[in-house]
């Protein structure tokens, strides 16, 4: 069984901080492989601003080289736009593996605004990677509230794979301030070097047009 750990998000553009908390996990967790899951759009994010999923793969991509990181778009060819509905398929599309879902902290600030989310949490167990300034806010959430009986000590954290969901670690992390909206204020045309690009995607092998 690989050990895999699903990082979602828009990736625009994808950068170093992904790249970190990525490598973070892949020790703490003892995992084979970090899959990001590029999404095609975020439910949660205005589209305006959001440059095309081929920019953002290929961004992902350079991000990603040269360590078992492998950026992907399933969810168009799974047809899938929220993180529940992808994550039951994944299971599905790919017995032989075991996953588990990381999030930065800031993303639990957000996570009871998910859809299903318990159900999410039902599915594989979720790490959270300390994000800073985030902590005391995701803490206090109507989320956590729910899921703090189910947070495993961090020390265990390379035994996920014994863990029946819902199961929540949280892990500490250096502060990394990189962020994709501080990259886009500071270029907001980073996507121009990925402009009409035919990426194919690392997982799938399809083309991303």
């Known amino acids: 069984m690989a050990r895999i ?21 892949l020790k703490a967790l003892g995992l084979d492989e970090v899959w990001w899951l590029v999404s095609p759009g975020n439910p949660l994010k205005p589209a305006k601003g959001m440059a095309s999923l081929p920019a953002r793969l290929a961004s992902a991509g350079h991000q990603a080289r040269r360590a078992p990181i492998r950026p992907t778009a399933i969810e168009r060819q799974l047809g899938t736009r929220y993180t529940v509905d992808t994550l039951r398929k994944l299971t ?37 990677i300390a994000r800073p300034g985030y902590e005391g806010q995701a803490h206090g959430t ?36 990189r962020s994709a ?23 799938t092998r399809a083309m991303i047009v």
């Not at 750990?5 to 996990?25: K, M, T, V």
């Not at 909206?181 to 997982?203: C, G, M, S, Y």
């Open 92 to 128: 599905r599309r790919y017995p032989a593996h075991d996953f588990i879902w990381l999030m930065g902290a800031d993303n639990l600030i957000q996570f009871g605004q998910w859809k299903n989310w318990r159900g999410i949490a039902r599915i594989m167990p979720i790490a959270v």
């Open 142 to 177: 109507f989320a956590m509230a729910w899921l703090r009986r189910f947070v495993r000590p961090a020390r265990q954290s390379r035994h996920w794979t014994d863990w029946r969901p819902p199961a929540l670690v949280l892990l500490r992390f250096r502060p990394d301030p």
């Open 5 to 25: 750990g699903i990082l979602g998000g828009s990736f625009n553009p994808a950068h170093g901080g992904h790249r970190a908390i990525s490598l973070f996990a």
């Open 181 to 203: 909206t501080l990259l886009r204020q500071a270029d907001p045309l980073w996507h121009r070097e990925f402009k009409n690009l035919r990426v194919r995607d690392p997982l």
